[in-house]
């Protein structure tokens, strides 16, 4: 087995800098993480100032006049740490979270996928860093071996695919150089390996196992045995979310369309890379823009066909924001993803053009309905009866469902059928093909004893044109539609 650790150094102070609406450079602003009226946590520009951790919040506003601080939210971080680790699915299956700030990913099975270890890691950190966030990776043979060189910042040389017995020899050469402080040791017990002289993990594993149970209990002999993998340590793998759903909460109250523009490119690259992780394209989402005394205003987005791409989700939504009455100071902006539909991705084009002329229709009907109205644009689709003035219906327009909405090739229908049979002489046109007989509707007849009955050619008329035409029980002829 082969476990990759996730470790966010900074997920307390990363998540509450999401609330900045600050589209220009969010870090360019001064950031601490207050708890208990104490630093412990801040951004680098609020480290050039001089603030220091553990220094109080009231010396850290006498350094620096401009600063921002947030009180630390638990929830929250244990919120944002479980969408990463959904995000994180198109990696692996089998990934489950450590709280504060790490996921672990059994990574064995995707190394051929993603090219290797190093190809996967280049992606995952790739992927942490498009969604705001800096990440330690450690890798090793067990789950807390992976955690503690994470929590070290230690790499380890590996074959680019490891078997099992490379990946273990090569987790234990780099476990013994780790200081006890990164490991899952309380520190209390840290202390007391200090005050004897031992600092690092080298220094515990050449000691008798025997004589560091009786002296430190059996605990560290449990935990030792599965940072080895001496002993079995068993995860509980999440189960990815049904359905996205997500917020931000404003620092500052916002009153004016455009400056919501960078919050909900946050949200919408979010939501999209929680799609590609979940295979699955959005078909409508659903923005609530909620105010501190007023009701919020709710606002649903429908596409044509399945959207996954950030630029594609922002772009309809911004349209429809024009349109929209907001309140007049927003708070907090929330993002759900009311229907989803199975992902199915074009195949490659060898000319780009070709490619974006079949998105085209549905970014066309998109942008109608954001401007306009939802009901400014409808499709057509079969309906389940014979009689050809009822054999269809308006729909509102999907792209997917175009080819089951398409008649059956065997079908000899015109595109363009009259609303009401003309009637024309016989001698007007020359049958070509028939007769088809339909002989339905004759349940709704005010006259039990006169079915609609029907015969159906197809003709050409003297004027040049290919007609549909029937004749009816009395032998009267019509022409009831055209073909193109």
């Given at each position: ?21 600050d589209?220009a ?23 050039d ?6 220094s109080?919040l ?28 959904d ?20 990574v ?23 969604l ?7 890798i ?18 590996l074959p ?13 050469k780099?476990?013994?150089?780790i ?12 202390e ?13 594993f050449?000691?008798p196992?025997a ?11 449990d ?12 995860r509980i ?5 049904a ?16 400056a ?7 949200l ?5 890379n ?5 295979q699955?394209?959005v ?13 919020p ?63 085209a229709p ?21 309906h389940?009866?014979?009689r ?8 509102r327009?999907n ?14 229908r ?14 007007h ?35 040049g ?20």
């Amino acid at each position: 087995m082969l476990w990759f650790c996730v470790e966010l150094p900074d997920l307390g102070l990363e998540v509450c800098a999401r609330r900045i609406p600050d589209e220009a450079n969010p870090s360019a602003v001064p950031t601490v993480l207050v708890q208990d009226n104490r630093v412990i946590a801040r951004n680098a520009t609020a480290c050039d100032a001089g603030i220091a951790l553990r220094s109080s919040l009231a010396t850290a506003h006498s350094i620096c006049h401009n600063l921002v601080h947030f009180s630390r939210d638990v929830a929250a971080e244990q919120t944002r740490l479980r969408f990463l680790a959904d995000a994180a699915y198109r990696f692996s299956a089998s990934i489950s979270t450590h709280e504060p700030s790490a996921i672990l990913l059994e990574v064995s099975g995707s190394l051929r996928l993603f090219g290797g270890v190093y190809g996967l890691k280049r992606r995952l950190m790739n992927l942490l860093a498009e969604l705001g966030h800096h990440a330690d990776i450690g890798i090793a043979h067990t789950p807390l071996a992976a955690l503690a060189l994470a929590r070290a910042r230690e790499n380890i040389e590996l074959p680019r695919w490891p078997t099992d017995k490379e990946a273990k020899a090569h987790s234990l050469k780099a476990l013994r150089r780790i200081a006890l402080r990164h490991t899952e040791c309380e520190p209390e017990l840290v202390e007391r390996f200090a005050n004897i002289g031992i600092e690092r993990l080298g220094q515990i594993f050449r000691l008798p196992a025997a004589e560091l149970g009786r002296r430190f209990g059996p605990r560290l002999l449990d935990y030792l045995g599965r940072l080895t993998g001496q002993r079995q340590d068993p995860r509980i793998f999440i189960t990815p979310a049904a359905s996205f759903n997500a917020a931000l909460h404003f620092l500052e109250s916002i009153s004016n369309k455009e400056a919501l523009a960078f919050p909900m490119q946050r949200l919408a690259q979010d939501q999209s890379n929680w799609l590609i992780s979940r295979q699955l394209g959005v078909v409508r989402i659903r923005w609530r823009f909620a105010a501190f005394n007023s009701v919020p205003v709710a606002m649903e987005v429908e596409f044509a066909e399945p959207q996954q791409n950030k630029q594609s989700l922002l772009s309809i939504s911004r349209l429809k924001l024009a349109t929209l009455n907001l309140p007049d100071e927003v708070l907090s902006l929330h993002l759900t993803s009311v229907q989803l539909a199975t992902w199915q991705d074009a195949s490659g084009s060898l000319f780009a053009r070709s490619e974006q002329a079949h998105h085209a229709p549905a970014e066309l009907i998109d942008q109608y309905k954001a401007r306009l109205g939802q009901d400014i644009c409808q499709g057509l689709t079969l309906h389940d009866d014979f009689r050809p003035e009822l054999a269809w219906q308006f729909v509102r327009p999907n792209m997917q469902a175009k080819a089951q909405s398409a008649p059956p090739r065997h079908a000899r229908r015109p595109l363009w059928l009259m609303s009401e049979p003309l009637p024309a002489p016989r001698h007007h046109f020359t049958l070509l093909r028939g007769p088809e007989r339909i002989d339905v509707g004759w349940w709704i007849s005010a006259d039990v004893h006169a079915p609609a009955q029907r015969d159906y050619f197809i003709a050409q008329h003297a004027n040049g044109s290919r007609c549909w035409v029937f004749a009816d029980a009395q032998g009267e002829w019509f022409i009831h539609g055209y073909f193109s």
